[in-house]
């Protein structure tokens, strides 16, 4: 099935919100199923994946803002800037399927190949958002650490930056989990001679390598909130202790009165 008879054509993926509830489609004429993908009126598909992306191919700026429209109800948290991507796709059956620069070449626009570019494309703004966001945290956690080594203290803002990393690292949990970056797209099963495609595509995108070095970032802002829990626990500890000996130091003091001071 082919979704347009042009040589050329933009594809345009975005990342709307946390999720997309994509049981309401169930009733909906698809192109494919599994990502599902549907017809935009006025021209063009688009490809929606759970975990809140969706990419759209060959429509023009009105037809993709009246679909996102359309497709509001189904968004789970919607994003008020949704981070996007946009690549040409280019047809030529006697080439290379391959990327050239900022185009995809494939042999034909059948929803297969579309699928499985949907899938790079998906994955790639999936990424993108949660790397703006670790290099937030990081800017949020540079001033504390610096304080941290300045002063061997957590400092009166610790619990709610504790709080806000707690908040961070399950929110990217769930967002990663979703999208199943190491995980190849099911039409590949049925369709193999597409897996030197998929495979060339998600090297050019750095799928693997940016997840990684995403995993490594979040594995370290998880290590900073343990760092700050153990020392927010030595602190209070310490106190605690201090408290005791206060206690003590008053309990003798009180003995000497009575004993001195009572005695005599």
Known sequence: MFITEKKKFKACALLVGERIDLRTLETTDRL?????????????????????????????????????TQLQPMIVQPYEQPESE?????????????????????????????????DILAKSVALAYQESKVTQYFDRIEPFAANLEQKSRVGRHAKELLKHIGNVLLSEQKMIGRVEMSDKPEILWERPDLERLYSHLA???????????????????????QTVLDLLQNQRSLRVEWYIVVLIVLEILLTLYQLFVRGA
Do not use: C, W
């Open 32 to 68: 494919a199923a599994s990502p599902p993908a549907v017809s935009v009126r006025g021209g063009g598909a688009a490809v929606l994946f759970r975990y809140g992306a969706v990419v759209l191919f060959d429509t023009e700026p009105m037809e993709q803002a009246a679909f996102l």
């Open 86 to 118: 946009t690549v040409e796709v280019r047809i030529d059956p006697s080439g290379r399927e391959e990327m050239e620069g900022n185009e995809i070449v494939l042999q034909d626009a059948a929803i297969e190949r579309l699928q499985l570019v949907a």
């Open 203 to 225: 090297k050019e995108f750095e799928i693997r390598e940016r997840h990684a070095a995403l995993r490594h970032k979040l594995d370290l802002i998880s290590r900073t909130a």
